[in-house]
């Protein structure tokens, strides 16, 4: 668990833009099993080069006129239960913090990894999500 005070910056950052938080597995299950349309669940992380540059990409795609109706955030190491049971929404990929999952009508169909974040900057990060966007939110 980290320290809420290291953690609130980084929170705040997707809550400022109109992220929820999804703090429990119960959170997580309702948006799942209520989902029409499309969701985007960033895994947030305090990992410095990967997170840092992951959340100003989920920015940055947001401004797209095509965009998720519902976007949502787990903290990986902070909502431990949230993060876990999301997490098994998105497999069979393998636990990645941070993470970005497009989910239309509850299915996975579109996901970036840890790996695909660092080192990389966020103008390309977004690029890779407004493609999803403009392929699967209406």
Do not use: W
Not at 69 to 94: C, H, I
């Amino acid at each position: 668990m980290y320290p809420e005070e290291i953690v609130a910056p980084m929170k705040s950052e997707l809550t400022q833009v109109g992220f929820d938080e999804l703090t429990t597995a119960q959170h997580v299950d309702q948006l799942m099993n209520s989902m029409e349309g499309t969701a985007l669940i960033m895994v947030n992380s305090v990992c410095g080069c990967a997170a840092a540059n992951a959340r100003p990409a989920v920015r940055m795609a947001i401004q797209n006129a095509k965009k998720p109706v519902q976007l949502t955030t787990v903290f990986a190491g902070v909502d431990q239960d949230a993060t876990a049971q999301a997490r098994k929404y998105f497999l069979p990929y393998p636990p990645s913090s941070p993470a970005i999952a497009l989910m239309k009508d509850g299915k996975l169909v579109h996901f970036i990894e840890r790996h695909h974040i660092e080192g990389r900057p966020a103008e390309l990060i977004a690029e890779n999500l407004i493609a999803a966007f403009d392929e699967y939110c209406d």
